[in-house]
C-alpha cells in the first residue's frame, strides 16, 4: 500500500509538472497563431492559380493572376490565361465573377486562341464581396463555352477586418 501511495504521488508530480511546462507553451503558440489566422483571412491579396478547364483529348486551358484591393475599395483582378495543344476550333476562355453583398453578380470573360503565349486581362470592381474565376473552352463553330473547370473563389471581403 505504502508503493502504491508513493506511485501515485510520484505520478501526480510529473502531471502537474508537465502540464506546468505544456499550458503556458500551449497558450503562447495560441496567441502566436491568432495573429497569424487574422492575417490569412484578410490576405487575399494576393496569386491566384493555375486554374483550368476540364481536359479535351490531352489539353487543357489554365489561367493564373492577382487580386488587391486598392486605396479606393476597388477589387482588382489580372491575369494571363493559356490555351496550349488544343485543337483549331477551341479556345482559351476565362470568366472572373464579380459579387457585392446584395448578391448582384457581373461576369468578364476573356478569350485566347492559338498555342504561342499568352493573353493578359484586368478587370475590377467597387463594392465587392467576393470574385469567383473559371477556366473553360470556347468552341468557335458552336459559339459557346465547353469543357468549363469549376467556380472558384479568389477573393472575399472580411467583415470582421
Given at each position: ?67 488587391w484591393a486598392d486605396e479606393d ?55 465587392v464581396d467576393s470574385v469567383q ?29
Amino acid at each position: 500500500m505504502r508503493r502504491t501511495t508513493r506511485n501515485l504521488l510520484g505520478l501526480a508530480a510529473v502531471t502537474a509538472t508537465a502540464l506546468a511546462i505544456a499550458l503556458p507553451a500551449s497558450a503562447a503558440s495560441a496567441s502566436a497563431t491568432a495573429p497569424a489566422a487574422a492575417t490569412i483571412a484578410a490576405d487575399f491579396e494576393d496569386s491566384w492559380g493555375y486554374n483550368y478547364s476540364k481536359w479535351y483529348d490531352g489539353s487543357r486551358a489554365k489561367a493564373r493572376g492577382d487580386v488587391w484591393a486598392d486605396e479606393d475599395g476597388r477589387v482588382r483582378v489580372s491575369g494571363r490565361l493559356y490555351d496550349k495543344n488544343s485543337p483549331w476550333y477551341l479556345c482559351g476562355y476565362a470568366q472572373v465573377k464579380f459579387e457585392n453583398e446584395d448578391g448582384d453578380e457581373w461576369t468578364r470573360s476573356v478569350q485566347k486562341c492559338g498555342s504561342s503565349g499568352y493573353r493578359s486581362f484586368h478587370y475590377s470592381g467597387h463594392e465587392v464581396d467576393s470574385v469567383q474565376v473559371r477556366v473553360c473552352y470556347w468552341h468557335s463553330e458552336q459559339e459557346k463555352k465547353k469543357y468549363c473547370g469549376r467556380w472558384d473563389y479568389i477573393f472575399e471581403a472580411d467583415e470582421d477586418l
